[in-house]
């Protein structure tokens, strides 16, 4: 969170809340509003270890979207991320957009290179290197993004996540994707099969040297998200030091055969077993 809060309180179109009691803060969330003003998408709450469970978030997000609701009359709904399974009582209140699964891998940055050595040995793709994934300039990804293709065959739900931040497909929201600094790879320039997009890293608390890299690929061809995954590590190799924690967001169906691709013998280990990134949307 730290290295999202100050950008934060900067950012067009957002807004933060901190919760306070005895003058110690204790929770905070933000919303920012997306789809050209019609929908506020919360994001960043947390709360303190030692008051979870007193029911201080729900406290706290009723409070943001009374606000949005005053403030905002606009919005007409708010959408969220989980990294856990909603509840029959949550999906009581929202609908299920769509559904993300993260697979996680750790090592040291030094450790990387090998590893992609290692998996690029053993890649159809690579075989001939006239073909294999292209990174695409801003012009073209803000055109892809909202084609036809991408919107029907390969986004979750017709809805673009970076990261946690998910999005609808709208000349409205080209300009937050491009703030985010994203890196694009497709698996082939024309009708891909497979789109990414590379969060720049950032530092997590983690250990003291530890940064975290978030790779989102839509895409449902087994082969072409791992071109991708493999040309997304290769793009951020050099500016990656210390050790890093990498979460890659894939379709459900593809995260055993992800996994399996990256059995390695460099030295780079799972972080996390299988968990899911779900996106909820409400009316307000």
């Known amino acids: 969170m730290a290295a999202f809060f100050h950008r934060w309180l900067q950012e067009p179109g957002r807004v933060v809340f901190i919760a306070r009691i005895d003058g110690r803060v204790v929770a905070l969330e933000s919303a920012l509003l997306v789809d050209g003003g019609q929908t506020a998408v919360l994001q960043g709450r947390r709360v303190v270890s030692d008051l979870r469970g007193s029911g201080i978030a729900s406290a706290l997000q009723m409070h943001v979207t009374n606000y949005v609701r005053h403030y905002y009359p606009e919005v007409s709904a708010v959408r969220l991320s989980r990294g856990d399974n909603p509840s029959v009582k949550t999906l009581a209140k929202y609908r299920l957009i769509a559904k993300e699964a993260i697979f996680s891998l750790c090592c040291e940055a030094v450790n990387l290179g090998s590893f992609i050595t290692e998996l690029r040995s053993k890649h159809p793709l690579h075989a001939d290197s006239s073909c294999g994934p292209v990174t695409l300039s801003w012009r073209q990804a803000e055109t892809l ?128 077993d299988y968990w899911e990134e779900v996106i909820l949307e409400t009316d307000l």
Request: charged residues 15%; contains cysteine.
């Open 145 to 272: 993004v909202l084609s036809d293709h991408v919107v029907s065959n390969l986004l979750p739900g017709k809805t673009v996540i970076n990261d946690w931040e998910p999005l609808k497909p709208v000349e409205a929201n080209l300009e937050v994707l491009q703030r985010r600094g994203l890196t694009w790879i497709v698996d082939r320039e024309f009708e891909p099969a497979a789109l990414s997009l590379g969060t720049p890293p950032y530092a997590v608390p983690y250990r003291h040297n530890a940064m975290r890299l978030n790779i989102n690929i839509f895409g449902r061809s087994l082969t072409s998200v791992c071109a991708v995954f493999l040309a997304q590590l290769e793009a951020f190799l050099p500016s990656l030091k210390g050790y890093l924690v990498c979460h890659t967001y894939v379709d459900p169906g593809l995260w055993t055969g992800l996994r399996q691709f990256c059995q390695n013998d460099a030295n780079v280990s799972f972080f996390k």
